[in-house]
């Protein structure tokens, strides 16, 4: 009972700043501070995901780039001018910007694809390639083989898929084909010409947007060009790496510098990711102004209130009321106020997080539905920087 | 509570003390509660600045100040809040109540910070001195006699074991100075404390012990 007086009493002599509308002013200039920070960090954060993640749907952010020498009027008539050696290999493992390097192992032999039924009569020679594990973005759970095992699974490059419905098969009038039923047909392939011929049966399994290929797993790669090339050493003409940022400077240097080529289309994309960072980048210095200008305007609220105060202040110490007792008095007085505010920024960044997950997803971009864990680390920080300059700014008018 | 005055100069008054002898300036002094001291002093020659010194309200003084041998001038704001809450009490010349609060919460402002004192007490000893109908009546609009009554109760309201009063009851008439000071000293004794009064002139209002000029 006394304490609940008391506290009416401080109340009356501490808190007498009479325009609420003051009080109002600043928690809407904190409230928009708060909401401008955490939904600029969760843009950004949005974009990370977007463009490092590894979901199967992410499309944007490839950082893996194959590469291979520059083919060029002077290198044309030397076959083996394509080939990677060890030092070459070396060489790109130390190039700024990247992080991985996986070899593309290509199949040494004769590789003919076959599909002999109705409507589809269709003979192809072919060529396949090995990717390290790491380096692939599919991985269906059928991806292993091994010796003896006569089906084998494959990945191809959407890209062909594409090239074959919208040029290929319009011009030859053959039938358009869908992912799944590529997925349903079972090819025959046959390796090795001569003696050394045999088989297989062939199934794709997905579709990579990351190499432009057709891969198939390393296990048959290596049993291939042991069993029907005759066991000589594979030589190595593309390169698979992940690189950090694609479009930096130097990167880009060094591969124009040693001749290497990259698929290009690669570069744009991280070109365009350049500046999607500096756009959320600039964005994030402007929130993280207005967030320092929110918290100003509300410490410099309580600095007021506390200064129209100040003789009530001394006069309660001479009393002997502590200041400890005092602060905490204020700080339980204005920490929900602070907390308030920026619960109503959390509540704005998940709702706009929110639509923009929906409205993603019809991109056929997945992200998830709620801020991820930047954008709840970035609100505690701000909470706990807020508290500590809210306790500095009473200890300070305390003190004072 | 025993409380040590040593070699005390405040610094505003080194002149004029050098040029005049005192009972308190630059000397050594020992006072043990529950005494009662009487500082006679007349006009400038810093009353109110001793009593503020003690009660850890200035700090420019050379020599020492302590309260049980810990001097004042090492005392943090929390030491000195504690201080002032439970063992030292005082009544200032300039009473200083919360012009915006009722004569009611300028007491309970004090009473409910150690809670010692009842609310029908309050209202008795309001009641004794004749403010009993002021409860209400802001601190702004209080005469200086009703808020000298209001400042000595809320100096009670409190454990102390001394009380520091700088002319208490310099706006009271006789009759309610002995009302005042009766009830001062039945809490004094009650709280076996020790008190220090500074007045211009000499009285008669405690039994004091001692007598010292400033």
Redesign the interface.
Known sequence: M??S??LN??K??LL?NKKSSRLLSAWIALCIGCTLLLVSVMIWSTFRELLHGRSSSDSLGSTFLTVSKSVTDESMADKKSTQLSAQDIALIKQAPQVQDVGILSPANFKVAASLGSGQLNFYTLLFLEAAPNRFMDKMPESWKWKEGDNTIPIILSRDFLNMYNYIFAPSQGLPLLSENSVKALGFTLTMGDGQQQANFRAQVEGFSDRISSVLVPQSFIDYGNKTFAGGGTAQVSRLIIKVGDPSNNAFVQFLEKNHYATNAEQLRFNKMRAIVEAVSGATGILAILLMGIGALVFVLFIELTLAQAQD?VK???????????LSRFLTARYIPIMLSALIVALIVAIVVRYFTAIKMTTLQLNISLLPDTTVWIAALLSGLILLFQIKHAIKRAL?Q | MQLTIQSLIPLPLREKISARRSGIWNTELHFQAPEYIFIQAPSGTGKTTLIHSLYGLRKDFSGTIAWDEVSMSNKNAEQIADLRASNLSVIFQDMRLFPELSAWENLEVKRSLSNTVSEQEITEWMERLGVGDKKNALGSTLSYGEQQRIAIIRALLQPFQWILMDEPFSHLDKKNTELAAALILEVVQRNNAGLLLADLDENAFFPYQKTLFL
């Open positions: 006394s304490q007086i008391q009493i401080l009356k002599l007498r009530s006069l309660l110490q001479q009393l002997g009321y502590s200041p400890q007792k003190q």
